[in-house]
């Protein structure tokens, strides 16, 4: 993508737009690079935070990239792809956990080796769980095609089953809300980035189980 630099101290950067992601929603940023068109130099970006509404690139040797200089953005695609393959997995195993089990997801966390989904779940019960991975691979297999789309806060909030088995509400700056829909599957509220169609994830594994106290099971599973 192309933007221009509209704020610069030497380390981090601000762009009048960007691709890369920002940490948030238990997905890592993204990172990359930023090449400047005057002279094709490139920029390694490390790190890309959200700090009061504001997108900001931490960049590594960032010193000579001045307000005004016109980049091309570059994402690196193999840890994109990869965040994507785990989020709209994360949908999958939290829907089908949340269906068979009654289950809250209280939180996850993504990362390009294995992630981690917390559920709140009365009965520690190992085995139940394990023997859901069939089902949720079953469910990837299929193929269902994942749209985007846009509902007001209040269309959101009526029409969305998600919100039954999410434990964390809207933060009340939020007016539009952003639509994952794995069609004839499950549509969910968030923010990250998805792939086009469940095929792509391949299957997951189940690695590790823990008991974080009373009610709180968290579940750790990777891509194969």
Known sequence: FDAAVISADGVNIVLDKTAFYATGGGQPNDTGILVRKSDGREFPVIFVGKFDGVISHEIEN???????????????????????????AMHIVATVFNKETGAITT?????EDKSRVDIKLEA??????ESLV????E???????????YLSRE???????????????????IKDVRIVDIQGFNAQAC???????????GQIKIVKMENKGKDNRRIYFELV
């Open 124 to 129: 520690f019960d190992r085995a139940k769980i």
């Open 134 to 137: 069939p089902k949720i691979n």
């Open 62 to 88: 960032g010193e000579d990239l001045k307000v005004g200089d016109e980049v091309t953005g570059k994402v690196s695609w193999d840890r994109r792809y990869k965040f994507m393959r785990f989020h709209t």
């Open 155 to 173: 269309e959101a909030e009526k029409q969305l089953e998600a919100f039954n088995f999410m434990e964390i509400g809207f933060d009340p700056s």
């Open 191 to 201: 923010g990250g980035t998805h792939i086009a169609n469940t095929k792509e994830i």
């Open 139 to 149: 469910i990837i297999q299929q193929g269902h095609s994942v749209k985007l789309s």
């Open 107 to 111: 939180g996850n966390q993504i990362a």
